[in-house]
Every structure is written in C-alpha cells, then in structure tokens.
C-alpha cells in the first residue's frame, strides 16, 4: 500500500490556549506534524522561511500583524502556499474571514462555539481540519492555490472581464473574449445552478463579474459555508459583481439576473407555485456531510427543470454534486466541471468529471463565456 506523505503545519495565533488546543486536535492524526507555532503574523513570516511548512492555520486577530495582513505579505513570497484561517462564527468573524479570503487565503475553520469541554473542542478542530490539511497540503507540486481576489475587496469597473485566477508562472487560459467550444445541448436554458466548497468564494466572484445583469435566467448557488456567512458573502458578491445577489429565504419569487445562495445549514430547494417557481429552504438531515448540499439542489432542479438546467461545479473537497449532475445528466441537463490546473481542490468537479458526467471541463477563466453562449447571450466583454 503507498504511503500518504506527511503534511508539515505551521499554527499562528495569538492565544496560548488556541495554540495548544489546534496542536493538540492534530497531535495524532494520521500523516500530519505540527512544525511550530507562532503568535502572530510576523513571527509566521520568519518561521514559514525556516520551516517551509505545507500548510499554514491563521488566526484573524493578533497583534503586530494581523491575519490579514500576514495573508497579503505572505502571498508575495508564497503565492502557492494553503492558509487556512481560523474564525469565530459571527457576523465580525465572517467579515474578517472574507476578507482574508479576498486577501488570498485558502480556505477557513470556525472556533468551536457553545462545546461543553476541552475534549469536545479539540475533536470539533479535528473534524473540520485534518480533511482540508489533506486535501491542502497534498496538492501536487507546483499547483496554483490562489492570488488575491480584487473584487471581493473593492468593485471593480464592471465592463471588464476579471484578473485571470492563477499565480506567477502558471500558464493563463485563453482570454474570455476568445472563442471556445460551444456545450452541447439544445434548446432553451432557464436556469444557471452552481455548486462549490473550498476556493468557491473566489471562483463564484470571478464568475459573477464576468456576466452581464442581462443574464437572461435565475442562477441558484450551494456553496458550503456556515450560518451568518452565506449571508455576509451574498451581500459582499451583491456589492462586487453586475448581479443581483441574494441570500435565499423561504417563499422567494425566482427573477432573471437574480442569484440565490443557499443560507448556512439549510437546503436549497425550488418549488412550484402556479406558474411561478420560488426557494424553499430544508432542513433535512446532510448529505455528503454537508448541509446545504449541492446534491439535494440538484435533485430538485432536474424535478422542475429537467434539461433546461445548465449546471456548474466549481473547486471544492469531496464529491458532493457528483450524484446531483448524474440525475440531471439523465434528465439532458448539461453539466460543467471546473478543471484541475484552476481549482483549488479537484475534488467535486473532479469527481463529477471522473465519472464522466461533465459535458465540458474548462478553466475558470473559459466558463463564463461558454455559459453566455449555451444561454444564447452575446461574448463577455463585448
């Protein structure tokens, strides 16, 4: 059997007590070793030369430097190198943590909120951090993980298209005003349904800034983020890309140019009205682990739509949309799947492309030209 490599980790945060509860919660899972620990985001700049971990865990608030700030400077010299910041879950922790995000963090974990002991804490840490280490830290060589995001920070002029997601040295996409391969499928498209986890917050800006507020059908979005998040990231795409976004409650009419993201722990379903079709949020159990789900909006998008669903999976762990794109599949749905070179994770376009669901595997940078000429719209940028 091939031995896993271990993944080497660097903690940064300015508690003694937060420090010693991360270490503790990786003391003892498999194939990761703690390096060093630092109290703030200078000190981490230092250790990361002398260390050379392959993931780093950051803190958002610390003083000297800030998780932040520590982000901003560590991606000048680290371009390639996973952070994965750790938040409280609230509405300034949520803020803080799409900030480091935009700034060039990886992805996120949430402190342990309202856990009756110390041993409880340290097993919720472990739950949610070793599987992104893994996914993180083990990466092949050489693979982009993420450059800052402007339009998360401030928006953009939105007539031009994105900054193209990749790193110093990674070979660019062709530029979205150049042709690509039309999707197959015919007749008419009514709905844009997109599904993504790790790097999807900055995957769904990029693509949101690249279409048109004429885009011509609604867009339902599961991105797996917690309560409060969805929310506060809803807003933040609302502000920074053509769009209409939304953070989805129960009851809401579906509108054209209107993007509904699932809140934090509910499904997103559609449900329909007389003539009209609106969200409905559930609050059955997980699927994939994961609530909301990409599956469960899947399912219920090929119920109403059938093949007039144009689907995207984005970058994100695990497999949750592989089954979801096999029943839209069935239905004549096409599907979209973001490719490897530009993901953060391949781990859910990934696993629907591997099971050859995809009908097209394209670069970030491609999808929302080729999404605009399936919907018969005209080519970004123009």
Known sequence: MELMPVVSVLVVDDSVVVRRLIVDALTGAPDVEVVGTAANGRIAQQKIDQLRPDVVTMDIEMPEMDGIEAVKELRKRHPRLPVIMFSTLSSAGAAATLDALAAGATDYVTKPANVGSVRESIA???????PKIHALGRRRPGAPVRPPTPGLAARPGLSAPPAPLRPAGVTAAPALTQPVAPLPGGGRVELLAIGSSTGGPDALAHLFQALPTSLPVPVVVTQHMPPVFTKMFAERLNRTTPLTVVEAEDGMPLRVG????????????LRRRGTDVSTELSSAPPENSCRPAVDVMFRSVRALYGKSVLAVVLTGMGYDGREGARDLKGAGATVVAQDEQSSVVWGMPGAVAQAGLADAVLPLDQIPAALLARLGGRTVGV
Do not use: C, S
């Open 258 to 269: 209107t993007v509904y993201v699932a809140p934090g722990d509910r499904h997103l379903v």
């Open 124 to 130: 919720a840490v472990r739950e949610q951090l070793v």
